[in-house]
């Protein structure tokens, strides 16, 4: 029982310490630092993320560039339209690209920036970084986009053109 | 009587050897008096001959003297050509050498020809150096034909490669060209069929299709994901 009374003031002690309130700064700050742990995070993905695609495409963009070969080498009659998309899925990769790396650096800043509500840089490097995703996010929809609705149908051509060649070589022999 | 034609007087020399010309010698008649004048002479001459012979042994030994410095050129020339210098050693010591060591008269003909010594020494030199640099020009000339038979071939398969290479080269200019800017591995087929075209078309669709670009969406940066529990 004695042991127990002789307690009391360091529980009671400690009670005050938990209960006591935080300021808004304290509470601000370290949010900015788990959400900046969380940017890190998200950047290492984003690098992880943009190699992997940029080699998918990559890969495509190889194989297009073999049929617009073995067209031309068959004096395809729409050659021009297969190089052109060629060309095109190739800008829209240079610019996927690029914007990958802008989005990366944005994402380095944010997480380098100092935390704070007034004078704190955290915030609007933020909001830089969500701009860049942004426009990430719309390079990347342009290379699919001009993979499916131009390469593709390009490449449908060339092989409808194929098979009347072929058709019409049968009916000569 | 019959005069005595006179014969061409010639110089004497240490070679010459007076002796009767019995072609030459006529006596004017056959009388004693004269065969006895004549047999006279013979007997000066004979006198004069057997003063001579003797000493004839020292002319060659004049001439072998030199020979013990033979063996030396001898024995650097035989282990090219052993035959030769012993041949020649053997001919000109084996009738001299014996009598030259135990004359003692060396200053009594010094004017006596050397000449076959001469030659006995001069020649080994001669027989024996000849086939020496003839066999060293012989390998020389052998080992270099060797190097520039090895050198051509070495150039040829170079020359080979390198022909190869430069063949490669230009066959693949016009693919390179073509793919220099996604700089993807072209491997082109011969010819396009429709299957095959058609079917990368679809693979193309579905290799699209599945890139996950979640990633790349607003929430990943949203005040949820960056600050709630």
Known sequence: MAFVIALLPVS????????????????????????????????KKITTLQTDHSAKYATMKGRIDTFAITAATAKYTAINELTATRDGLTTAL?????????????????????????????????????AELVSLRSTATAVKTSIKQSVVPALRDYASWLKATADTNEEKL | MNPIPEEPKTPLTGDTKPTLDPKTYVPEDSS??????????????????????????????????????????????????PEQPTVVAEDVVTPE???STTSDSETVFPVLPITPAGTLQDSPTQTNSNPFPEQKKS????????????VLIGAAVAGYFMWQAAQSNSSNDGLQNNSSQSGAPVAPTPTDT?????????????????????AYDDSTLSDEALYDN
């Not at chain 1, 790396?101 to 955290?122: H, M, N, P, V």
């Not at chain 2, 001459?45 to 012979?53: C, G, K, Q, S, V």
């Not at chain 2, 030199?66 to 282990?79: F, G, K, L």
């Not at chain 2, 000339?141 to 060797?146: A, E, M």
């Open chain 2, 32 to 81: 004693p008096q004269t065969d006895s004048a004549a047999l006279d002479a013979i007997g000066a001459l004979e006198a004069e001959e057997d003063t001579i012979r003797p000493i004839q042994p020292t002319q060659s030994s004049q001439t072998v003297t030199p020979a013990p410095e033979q063996p030396v050129v001898v024995d650097v020339m035989t282990p090219f050509v």
């Open chain 2, 97 to 99: 050498t014996p009598e």
């Open chain 1, 12 to 43: 009671t002690y400690a009670q005050a310490v938990e209960n006591e309130p935080i300021t808004n700064e304290e509470a601000s700050n370290d949010a900015c630092n788990v959400a900046k742990q969380r940017i890190a995070t998200q950047a």
């Open chain 2, 194 to 214: 429709e299957s095959n075209v058609n079917a990368s078309a679809t693979s193309l669709e579905q290799g699209v299709d599945s890139i996950d670009d979640s």
């Open chain 1, 94 to 130: 240079s610019v996927f690209n690029s914007q990958a790396k802008i989005y990366k650096t944005s994402l380095e800043t944010a997480q380098a920036a100092t935390c704070g509500e007034e004078d704190g840089q955290f915030t609007p490097a933020l909001e830089a970084a969500r």
């Open chain 2, 139 to 150: 390998t020389k000339r052998l080992v270099i034909v060797l190097i520039a038979v090895v």
